[in-house]
C-alpha cells in the first residue's frame, strides 16, 4: 500500500469540493464577457487543465532525468503516472478549446500556432504512453522512456509561447479582447487553478501510488518460490 494511502483520497476529495465550490464563482461572481458573453465561462475550466497538463510534463522530465542519473525506478513509475495525467488534462483541455472557438471563431479547429502545438504535444504524450506499453525489460522501457520524456518536453515551453512568437488568434494572456481581466474574474480563475491542483496532486499522487503497489507485487512473485 502507499506509504500514505488517504493522503491522495483526501486530496482528490479537496479538489472535487473545491471544484463544486468554484462554480458559485464562475456563474454567480464573475461578470460574463462582454462579447462572447456565458460561453466564455469556460475559460475558468480550460485554462486550469492547459497549465496543469503542462505542469504534468514538466513533472515527467524532471522524473525522466532523474531517473537518467539514479536509474530508480521510483522517478520512472513518477513519470508515468504524470504523463497519464497530462494527457488527460490536455485532451480535455482540447475539447473545452474546441468548444470554446466555436463560438468565438466560428469553426470548431483552426490550424493555430497553440492549437497545434497543443495537438502535436498531446500525440507525443499519447505516443509516450504507448511506449511504456510495449513488452521491453524495466530497465530498457524506463531507459528509453527517460530519453524520450526529455526530448518530448522541447514542446512544453513551445507551447506556452506559441501564441505570444507567432501570428496567433489565440489569447496570448488571460482575458481575451485585450481588455485584460476583471478584478472578479481574477479571482475566480485564480481559484479554479488552486482547485485543479489539488485534483491533479491527488489524481498523480494516486496512480503513482497504484504503479507502486504494481511493482511491490510483482517483485514479491519473481521472490517468492
Known amino acids: 500500500m502507499p506509504k500514505y494511502p488517504l493522503l491522495p483520497l ?13 462554480q458559485y464563482l464562475i456563474y454567480f461572481y464573475a461578470p460574463a464577457e462582454e462579447t462572447m458573453g456565458l460561453v466564455q465561462k ?3 475550466i480550460h485554462l486550469p487543465l492547459a497549465w496543469w497538463a503542462l ?7 524532471l522524473g525522466s532525468v532523474a531517473y537518467l542519473l539514479k536509474r ?35 469553426v ?6 497553440r492549437l497545434t502545438t497543443t495537438l502535436v504535444m498531446w500525440f507525443v ?11 521491453l525489460s524495466a530497465q530498457r522501457k524506463g531507459l528509453v ?19 505570444r512568437i507567432w501570428r496567433s488568434i489565440h489569447p496570448a494572456v488571460l482575458g481575451a479582447q485585450g481588455g485584460g481581466l476583471e ?12 482547485a485543479f491542483g489539488f485534483f491533479w496532486a491527488g489524481l498523480v499522487w494516486l496512480r503513482k501510488g497504484q504503479l507502486d503497489l504494481r511493482a511491490r507485487m510483482h517483485a514479491n512473485a519473481e521472490t517468492s518460490p
Open 183 to 194: 478584478p472578479e474574474m481574477k479571482l475566480t480563475v485564480a481559484a479554479c487553478v488552486v
Open 55 to 61: 505542469f504534468s510534463f514538466f513533472l515527467v522530465f
Open 10 to 22: 483526501l486530496l482528490l476529495l479537496s479538489g472535487c469540493l473545491s471544484l463544486a465550490c468554484c
Open 145 to 163: 522512456c527517460a530519453v524520450l520524456g526529455v526530448v518530448a518536453f522541447l514542446d512544453v515551453p513551445l507551447v506556452f509561447v506559441s501564441a
Open 72 to 106: 530508480a525506478p521510483v522517478a520512472d513509475r513518477l513519470c508515468a503516472a504524470a504523463a497519464e495525467t497530462g494527457v488527460l488534462l490536455s485532451g480535455l483541455a482540447l475539447l473545452t478549446g474546441m468548444l470554446w472557438a466555436r463560438k468565438s471563431w466560428g
Open 42 to 44: 469556460i475559460f475558468y
Open 108 to 113: 470548431w479547429w483552426t490550424w493555430d500556432p
Open 125 to 135: 504524450y499519447a505516443g509516450y504512453l504507448v511506449l511504456r506499453g510495449l513488452n
